[in-house]
Nanobody
Framework: VQLVESGGGLVQPGGSLRLSCAAS????????MSWYRQAPGKERELVAS????????MYARSMKGRFTISRDNAKNTVYLQMNSLKPEDTAVYYC?????????WGKGTLVTVSS
């Protein structure tokens, strides 16, 4: 199982970024996927999750309305569109899946929201 995040970077407050997570080594189209983030000095927290078909989506309360999770099963990729970014969204963003009861994480991509 391999998860590779990309798309992070420096963005000004109010800006947007789209993160991608390219997956391989498992049956992506049958797997739920999630985005988590970890801010400096804080615990890792769930951002959003999406079911295998994309039909069921959930968001953490603080991200709802600003972030959108989606997936393209033909490309084995899950996305996180982030709008109206705030300095408190600064964090390393991770992609996660569970296969056979085992958690797999990508290495993360850093998002910095600063003027």
């Amino acid at each position: 199982v391999q998860l590779v995040e990309s798309g992070g970077g420096l963005v000004q407050p109010g800006g947007s970024l789209r993160l991608s997570c390219a997956a391989s080594g498992f049956t992506f189209s049958s797997s739920g996927m999630s985005w988590y983030r970890q801010a400096p000095g804080k615990e890792r927290e769930l951002v959003a999750s999406i079911s295998s078909s994309g039909g069921t989506i959930m968001y953490a309360r603080s991200m709802k309305g600003r972030f959108t999770i989606s997936r393209d099963n033909a490309k084995n990729t899950v996305y996180l569109q982030m709008n109206s970014l705030k300095p408190e969204d600064t964090a390393v963003y991770y992609c996660r899946t569970t296969q056979g009861g085992v958690e797999y994480w990508g290495k993360g991509t850093l998002v910095t929201v600063s003027s």
